[in-house]
């Protein structure tokens, strides 16, 4: 079981992904907006309540359906940013193919607050795009 001061740290992680989502925390509306991406059984206004005042912690399916939702991923909402390194899959070329520049940026990028990642995504997105339809 979670102590407190956890469920503490995860409310406030939590209500920090609402905001840099640009998602109210209010209960309800996490509620809702929660069960929408969720197919298993549904959780109450009360439950979403719980989680924002650092009372409970949701279960891990629940949390990787919240983290999927708010493009943060389920370790760092849990558990907070541990300052540990990326690591890539076996066999993934992609990472060991970054340059010390590429690599610098996306440690720039990884201490940014939340909202200001998703506008980077966004931008990065859009260039990717851009790229692509050339």
Do not use: C
């Amino acid at each position: 079981m979670a102590t407190q001061t956890e469920t503490e740290a995860f409310a406030q992680r939590l209500r920090r992904a609402l905001e840099a989502s640009g998602v109210r925390a209010s209960p309800t509306v996490l509620a809702n907006e929660f069960n929408l991406r969720f197919w298993g059984r549904s959780v109450t206004p009360h439950t979403a309540r719980n989680w924002l005042l650092g009372k409970a912690i949701p279960t891990q399916d629940k949390l990787r359906v919240l983290a999927d939702w708010l493009s943060v991923s389920p370790d760092e909402l849990r558990f907070g940013r541990q300052g540990v390194p990326l690591k890539a899959n076996e066999g993934d070329a992609t990472i060991d193919a970054m340059n010390m520049a590429d690599r610098e940026m996306l440690s720039r990028y990884l201490s940014l607050p939340l909202n200001e990642r998703k506008t980077a995504r966004e931008v990065v997105k859009a260039l990717a795009l851009a790229a692509s339809s050339k």
